[in-house]
C-alpha cells in the first residue's frame, strides 16, 4: 500500500512539475514577445525623432572633410599617418617614436618639470632659467654647463637636439588646415577604434610651446609665433574629430597652446602679420561645435557597440576579449551562445533607444539650442536623471546610464575652453590695436569692424566680454565663469589650497576666468 500511495505521488509531482516548467516557459515567451514588440516600437520612434532633428547615427558622415595636402599641416611626412595603428615597428609607429623623442617626460625620475601654464589667468611668466636647468639636467637638450644658461642658449640646445620642433613649427606658418590623414573607416565596434596619436600631439604641444616660450624670451618672434601656431594647427586637428577622447584632447591642447600666445602678446614683439596669423589660427577653433560634434560621436559609438551585441552571442563584459575572435568553439563561448539566445532582442532595442534619447535630449538638443546657463542647469537634470533611472527597476537603462556619467562633465570644460579661445582672439586683435595707436582703445568696440567683425561674446552669458585698461598700461579681459557672477576680473584662488589653480574650470570654482598681464597673487 505505501509503494502504490508513493507512485501516485510521485506521479502528481513529474506531472506538477511539468506543467510548472510549461507555465514558466510560456510566461517568458509571452514576455520575451512583450519585450521584443516594445523595444522595435521605441527604437523606431526614437529613430523617427533623431531622423526629424537632422541626426545621424552613422559615424563616417561625422569624420571631418578632407583637406588638399598643400594645406593641411597635419599632412606633412612627419605627421601622416600617426593616427594608424601599429606597433613600434610599422611606419606610423615609429613616426610616433620619432615625434615622442621631441618631448620630454613629465617627471623623470625625482626630477619634475617646471610650471609652463601660468600665463593666461594668472598673468605669470613661466621661469626660463628653471626650464633650462631642467632641459640640462633631464638632457632633454645638451646645454653648457653653469647655473645660469640663456634664454638663446636653450632655444639652440631644443633646436640642435631636437630639429623635428623647428620643422613643425616653420611648416605650421605656410599651412593654415589641419586634419589628421589617412581620415579612417571606422572598424566595428567603434568604442574600440584606435586612437594611438592623442597622447603623442599632447606632449608634442608642450614641447612646442617650450620652444615658443624660449624663443620669445630671446627676441625670436618669428620662431615663437611660428611654434604657437604648430600647437594651434594640432588642436584644430584634434577637434575635428568625431570622439569625445579627440574634444579632450584638442581642449587640453589649445590650453597648452594659449600659453605660448599669451607670452608672445606679453612681449609686444609680434608683427601685426603674426599676430593675424595667431588670430586666424584661433578662429578656426570653436570648442562649443566640437563638443557638439563628439557628443554625436559618442551617440554613434554608443549603439553601434550596442548593435555589436546584439549581433553576437557574448556577455557585456567580455567584449573586449572577442573582438578579435571570429568564431569561437571552446566549451564557455558556446555556453555563453546559449545564455545569449535568452536575452531577448528587444532588451538591446530599448536600450538603444534610451541611449540616444538620453545623449539627444540631455546633451545634443540642448548644445544645438540652449545658451549657458540653461546647458549648465541641463547637467543637474541630467544628472538627477540617471539616479532616478538605476537599478534593476530600470533595464533598459543599463547601458545608458554606463555611458552617461563619462559625458556629464564635458560642457564645463567646453565653455572654460571657448571662453579662453575668445580671449585670445580679442588679445591678438588688442596688440594689433596697439601697434598702431601706441595705446589700447578705451572699449572693445573700437576693434570692429577693422580688426574684428564682431567683439566676442562671453560664452557664459552672451554678453560682450568683459574689459578695462589697467595701471600698468595693460588691460584684462574676462568672463563671468560657471558661477555666472561678475567679479570684475577676479581669480579667486584659495591660499589654503595648493591645487586650487587647477580648479578654475570646475563648477566649484567661484571666481572670473581672466586674461591678464599682472600677476595673480
Known amino acids: 500500500m505505501n509503494a502504490f500511495f508513493t507512485r501516485l505521488w510521485n506521479r502528481r509531482l513529474v506531472r506538477f512539475g511539468s506543467w510548472s516548467l510549461i507555465t514558466l516557459a510560456t510566461l517568458y515567451a509571452l514576455l520575451f514577445s512583450v519585450i521584443n514588440w516594445t523595444g522595435s516600437r521605441r527604437w523606431a520612434e526614437t529613430r523617427a525623432l533623431l531622423a526629424r532633428e537632422g541626426e545621424t547615427l552613422d559615424f563616417n558622415k561625422l569624420l571631418p572633410p578632407p583637406v588638399a595636402d598643400p594645406l593641411n599641416f597635419c ?62 639636467d633631464s638632457k632633454y637638450a645638451v646645454l653648457p654647463a653653469g647655473p645660469a644658461a640663456s634664454s638663446r642658449d636653450l632655444l639652440a640646445a631644443i633646436d640642435a637636439s631636437h630639429p623635428l620642433l623647428k620643422q613643425l613649427a616653420e611648416a605650421a606658418a605656410a599651412r593654415p588646415e589641419a586634419v589628421f590623414v589617412p581620415i579612417p573607416t571606422p572598424s566595428r565596434p567603434l568604442c574600440a577604434m584606435a586612437l594611438p596619436h592623442f597622447t603623442t600631439i ?152 534610451a541611449i540616444a534619447t538620453l ?29 532616478a533611472h538605476s537599478g534593476l527597476l ?59 567683425p564682431v567683439v566676442p561674446a562671453d560664452p557664459i552669458d552672451d554678453q560682450p566680454l568683459r574689459y578695462r585698461k589697467t595701471d600698468d598700461g595693460r588691460y584684462m579681459l574676462w568672463s563671468i565663469g560657471l558661477d555666472q557672477k561678475d567679479d570684475n576680473g577676479k581669480v579667486n584662488l584659495d591660499p589654503k589650497d595648493k591645487q586650487s589653480t587647477s580648479r578654475l574650470h570646475h563648477s566649484t570654482y567661484k571666481g572670473d576666468w581672466t586674461w591678464q598681464y599682472q600677476p595673480v597673487k
Open 75 to 136: 599632412a606633412i611626412e612627419p605627421l601622416r599617418g600617426i593616427n594608424v595603428a601599429g606597433d613600434g615597428k610599422s611606419p606610423s609607429g615609429l613616426k610616433r617614436a620619432a615625434l615622442e623623442s621631441a618631448c620630454w617626460q613629465r617627471q623623470n625620475g625625482s626630477l619634475e618639470a617646471p610650471s609652463l601654464r601660468d600665463g593666461p589667468c594668472f598673468g605669470r611668466a613661466a621661469n626660463m632659467q628653471a626650464w633650462a636647468a631642467f632641459a640640462r
Open 202 to 353: 599632447r606632449e608634442l604641444s608642450l614641447a612646442l610651446t617650450l620652444r615658443s616660450l624660449a624663443a620669445n624670451e630671446c627676441g625670436d618672434h618669428n620662431a615663437a609665433c611660428q611654434s604657437a601656431l604648430a600647437v594651434l594647427r594640432l588642436a584644430q586637428a584634434a577637434q575635428r574629430e568625431p570622439t569625445l577622447i579627440g574634444e579632450l584632447i584638442g581642449v587640453a591642447v589649445h590650453e597648452i597652446g594659449e600659453e605660448a600666445v599669451w607670452t608672445a602678446l606679453a612681449k609686444r614683439q609680434a608683427t601685426d602679420a603674426e599676430l593675424q596669423d595667431l588670430q586666424a589660427s584661433l578662429a578656426k577653433l570653436d570648442f562649443h561645435q566640437a563638443t557638439l560634434t563628439a557628443m554625436r560621436g559618442e551617440m554613434a559609438s554608443a549603439i553601434d557597440t550596442m548593435e555589436y551585441l546584439q549581433a553576437g552571442p557574448y556577455h557585456i563584459p567580455d567584449l573586449v576579449d572577442v573582438l578579435s575572435t571570429d568564431a569561437p568553439t571552446t566549451p564557455s563561448s558556446r555556453l555563453k551562445r546559449l545564455l545569449w539566445t535568452l536575452v531577448p532582442a528587444g532588451w538591446f532595442e530599448h536600450n538603444k533607444a
Open 359 to 387: 545623449e539627444f535630449e540631455q546633451c545634443i538638443r540642448p548644445l544645438k539650442r540652449a545658451t549657458a546657463p540653461e546647458l549648465l542647469r541641463q547637467e543637474v537634470v541630467f544628472e538627477e536623471d540617471i539616479r
Open 394 to 452: 530600470h533595464p533598459d537603462r543599463f547601458m545608458a546610464n554606463l555611458v552617461a556619467p563619462a559625458i556629464a562633465k564635458v560642457v564645463e570644460r567646453a565653455f572654460s575652453a571657448e571662453a579662453l579661445r575668445r580671449q585670445a582672439l580679442t588679445a591678438c586683435a588688442l596688440e594689433r590695436f596697439y601697434l598702431l595707436h601706441q595705446a589700447y582703445p578705451a572699449s572693445l568696440a573700437q576693434l570692429t569692424p577693422t580688426l574684428l
